[in-house]
């Protein structure tokens, strides 16, 4: 365990946060050493993996910070086609603290589908369920078939199926207060051997139209989705952010009918709980699109992502938010909550 680490290298937004102790898990046998060690068991604790979606409201966190750097990917399971015999899906296990994009990488460069349309989001697979990872269509509790995970508390082990993990947008059972005590330190994935791919969202289609790809491969797609990201993110390392801050909000259809009638081409995407717009939009038209004070900002390329320039403060982030949220509560009657984590 170390003392007083410095986990600027662990959050994207690239704050100089301290923490008051870093232990890194390599093996599982660490995990449960860990959890009869007396400071752990009397320290406020934090999982974390790349911090691409945690945002630490102080420079110092007063507590233990577990990382997970379990690595390995294997094949654990097919299923043949009753067709030709051939494995129809394979079912690779990735433990948690594998990089995000490098597994994508894997399953692409062996020609598996499901996860291609979330190339380059980054961070750990650890992760990805907590938040149940969504781009381009997709969202990663598709491919999910177990979570495995370490009950901190008490050294217990619990796997989840799919159906226990109660994936939604932006949510899973892991994100509820009584479930931080679940370490994930392995996931299931399904993944196809063939399947349709998914081209309806974004620009995909633009991209592969501009490229003259007439009947694209998954590496196509993939390589597609990875240059429209790089065109419209900040780089990771470069700019600070979390990717989208705020969550897109659900409005009552009468809400919808107001905004529509001053802003007639407000996207939306209605839904069993009402109409979905996008966050982003609501940003940009309320005029923050491309705003700078000090060290933090709007970027200029999407509204929806809040940045750090170097040099500033998580209060700066902070103070920012809690602006564009009365903003865009003023202007449209909607209240939007943040995507990130804030610890
Ligand atoms: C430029 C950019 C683009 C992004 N684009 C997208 C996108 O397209 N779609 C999307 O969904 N997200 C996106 N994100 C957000 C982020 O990349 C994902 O949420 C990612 O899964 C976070 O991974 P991480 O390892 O960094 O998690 P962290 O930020 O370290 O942690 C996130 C949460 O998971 C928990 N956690 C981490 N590891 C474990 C573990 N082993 N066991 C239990 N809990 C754990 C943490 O406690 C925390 O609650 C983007 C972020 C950035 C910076």
């Known amino acids: 365990m170390k003392k007083e680490h410095s986990l600027q290298g662990l959050n994207t937004m690239g704050f100089n946060v301290i923490a008051k102790y870093f232990c890194e898990i390599n093996t599982l046998d660490d995990i449960k050493k860990l959890i009869d ?3 752990f068991k009397e320290s406020k604790k934090l999982f974390l993996g790349g911090g691409s979606n945690i945002l630490f409201a102080d420079e110092y966190f007063d507590g233990i910070v577990i990382h997970s750097n379990l690595k390995g990917i294997s094949f654990v399971e097919c299923e043949q086609s009753t067709d030709n015999g051939q494995p129809e899906f394979l079912t690779a296990r990735c433990m948690s603290g594998e990089t995000w994009k490098d597994f994508v990488d894997f399953t692409v460069s062996n020609n598996l589908y499901g996860l291609e349309n979330l190339v380059d989001i980054p961070g750990s697979v650890g992760a990805a369920p907590v938040q149940n990872i969504g781009a381009y269509g997709s969202e990663v509790k598709d491919c999910i078939t177990r979570v495995y995970a370490i009950n901190i508390e008490n050294g217990e082990e619990r796997i989840f199926e799919n159906e226990e993990c109660n994936f939604a947008y932006r949510n899973s059972i892991f994100k ?16 196809k051997k063939d399947a349709e791919l998914k081209l309806e969202y974004g620009n995909i289609k633009e991209y592969l ?10 590496s196509d797609v993939a390589n597609a ?17 979390v990717g989208s801050f705020f969550q897109n909000p659900i409005i009552d259809a009468d809400k ?10 407000v996207p939306s995407y209605p839904n069993d709980n009402g109409v979905k717009i996008p966050a982003g939009w609501l940003i940009d038209k309320a005029g923050w699109k491309g705003y700078r004070e000090n060290h933090v900002g709007v970027w200029d390329k999407q509204a929806l992502v809040l940045v750090h320039y170097g040099g500033g403060k998580p209060e700066e982030i902070l103070n920012l938010m809690n ?21």
């Open 37 to 39: 060690d007396k400071t």
């Open 176 to 191: 509820k207060e009584e479930n931080k005590k679940y370490f994930i330190y392995a996931i299931d994935f399904k993944l």
């Open 209 to 218: 139209v501009k490229k003259n790809i007439e009947s694209p491969t998954l």
């Open 225 to 241: 989705i990875k240059t429209i990201r790089a065109e419209k993110l900040p780089e990771v390392g470069v700019v600070g952010s």
């Open 256 to 265: 919808y009918q107001s905004i529509k009638e001053t802003y007639p081409e």
């Open 323 to 343: 602006k564009i949220q009365c903003s865009v509560k003023e202007e449209f009657g909607v209240e939007i909550k943040p995507e990130v984590n804030i610890v």
